[in-house]
């Protein structure tokens, strides 16, 4: 049971344990006035915004929220009791503003400014703004953020302190010749990191010496457009390490807490994709020296208000080391939330209204953990494209039944700043929601976790949900086999390049395909009525024969290429050959009504949901059956004067909305497979996209470093080799694109 204080500052605290009625566990709730906030601007978007809104609303805090005229519409907009548009779409001119934010506070008469994550969240200076302003900054005092920002006076502080850290170069001298120097004295295999980085910005791996000059020149191009700092720092890189994270609250009174670890392992470009609380698999005492590790990092700081402390955990001899701080609230916050029944944005508002802790180390640790909790988080990427930024409109957004948002307290939440029709792009971070559950046990968490993942659905732009399902019904993750290599040394159980569809799944695509068009056509189309209407009756009559139909189609997942030929019987009833070795597959009594359907399947009674939809040029079905999502994809039938001109197989087309930033080859290079021609940033990650197969290059004269592309763009031509100079040569070269972030 939790244990409120004696002490006399406590004594108006009434807290009650409650039993969460779907897992009988401790919850820890409190019963007590709104924090002495007058009012709380919000400054940040998406869902973290809403999630800040959703608890100030329910503590009878009024808002204000600050929006870019990209966010106009947005959720989050409509949570708050005042919004103000603060500038256009690029972050550097609206959420970026730390003086315009500052003047809205002023004109509304907010003394509260919550900063969220990213953006503002870890700005020493306007954490500095804010309290000469005499407006509450929801986050730590300003020389926290400093010393913690920079990672390498961190890592002093840390040693000084007793917090073991990875060995490494954290010096002030910056030139190459320093860092090639002291990277020999550090050892092979090591990172470069940015100083000032986080989120796996800035951050490279050099295996070799051969690989330090690149490693370096781009980690600081990522460090200068992130952080607007290219300074870097060495560490020895653990060969097989886990990222265990520690959750601390502070408050204005000497008051620190650490609520239990977090494993968050699972990564993609150095960057979390599954969370966990608490970390599994690892002894009590682990739990406790690693906490305490926490809180006398903050204590070393003077930290106040909420925090995570991030360490590196060897898998082989559990020895853990520093590895930065974050002085704001996490991405993955849910999941300690669920597991001490807390509203850690509740403890933050509470904590700069200059209220206490309301409880002490002994009453968590006494309660322990209560369960388990998972968190994915679903983002708008290609994770056939090494995970690569997406971008789109998103045409259908479906969260599990039993779903609850924002809620500490439920066994499956959903935490979004997004809605149908909202267009996710490449002004921020891509990512649409965090899908949470919770458990009495990390096997029902899972299982949970499995389950709302397959009751959601997402259509418009792609997204890593199917990825996200594999990843979780993993054999090696339900065994514990964790460490920050996971998805790599499974990426080919993960990835399946070769993965077919079932032909049965692919004969009810063809048989919905036609469907859906012709109900799009009908919806679309004037009634004519009277002599005409014959000919607007898309069905299968026909004087001699039956109707067939070619269709020819690609599953997204695998890029598999499918012949499909449709015979129509009648308007529910179809004969479609998939494969010329193999029979047809029958699809009988195919029946729709909006975007649900059923219908009989090679004589299995199936139902399920489908979309058609367009993006990026193409035309795209999503086909949801027994919780997966199937999306085929075919060129627009769009007529082109210009259509051989322009085929897509001789063609280097970007593979998301970005800007170019290097350019590494020239027009009529030769260029060899695999070869890098040129990198993109996207979502302040760089992207290197290189050749197929050898060739020259054509088309390069429009394109120059700091150029904006659009998703499927075609940025240049490669040439067939024997066409010497390449000045008229065709592609018949495709192109690759990879991250080397």
Known sequence: MFRLLSAP??????????????????????NRPKPALRKLLVANRGEIACRVLVTARRLGIPTVAVFSEADRHAK?????????????????????????????ARKTAADAIHPGYGFLSENAAFSEACAAAGVAFVGPPAAGIRSMGDKSQAKAIMSAAGVPVVPGYHGQEQDQARLESEAGSVGFPLLVKAVSGGGGKGMKLATQRSELADAIASARREAAASFGDDRLLL?????????????????????ALYLFDR????QRRHQKIIEEAPAPGLPAEFHAHIGEAAVRAARAVGYE??????????????????????????????????????DLVELQLRVAAGEALPLSQDDLTAAGPRGHSFEARLYAENTRRNFLPGAGRVLRWRTPATAQQFDHTAAIRVDSGVSEGDTVGTNYDPMIAKIVTHAADRETALQLLRQALAETQVAGLPTNLGFLQDLSAHPAFAELDLDTGFIDRHRASLLLT?????????????ALWGKLAAAATSQGRSLRGGAMAAWDA????????????????????????LELQVTHDSASSFEVQVAASEPPVSVQHLQLTGDEWNAEVAGQRLRGQALLHSHAGEQVLSLWLQGRCHEFRRADPTWSKDANATASHGQLTSPMPGKVVKLLVSEGDAVSRGQPLLVIEAMKMEHTLSAHAEGIVQGLSGLHVGTQVEDGQVLLRIGEPAAAGGKDAEGGVAAAVGAVA
């Not at 898309?538 to 290429?561: F, I, N, T, Y």
């Open 9 to 30: 500052h406590l004594a108006k605290w009434s807290a009650t344990l409650t039993q969460c009625s779907c897992q009988q566990s401790r919850s820890f709730q409190y």
């Open 263 to 266: 494993d968050c392992s699972v």
């Open 498 to 510: 070769d993965e077919r569809v079932a032909p049965e799944v692919a004969a009810l695509a063809a």
């Open 305 to 342: 208000s909420a925090g995570t402390v991030e360490f590196i955990v060897d898998v082989e001899t559990q020895d853990f080391y520093f590895m930065e701080m974050n002085t704001r609230l996490q991405v993955e916050h849910p999941v300690t939330e669920a597991v001490t029944g807390l």
């Open 235 to 255: 560490e020895r890189y653990i060969t097989r390490p886990r990222h265990v994270e520690v959750q601390v609250m502070a408050d204005k009174h000497g008051g």
């Open 76 to 104: 989050f907009v409509g949570l708050a009791d005042e919004a103000f548009c603060i500038g256009p779409p690029p972050a550097r001119e609206s959420y970026l503003r730390g003086d315009v934010i500052l003047d809205v």
């Open 538 to 561: 898309a069905d299968s009559k026909r004087l001699w024969h039956r109707l067939v139909r070619r269709l020819p189609v690609r599953l997204a997942e695998s890029e598999q290429q």
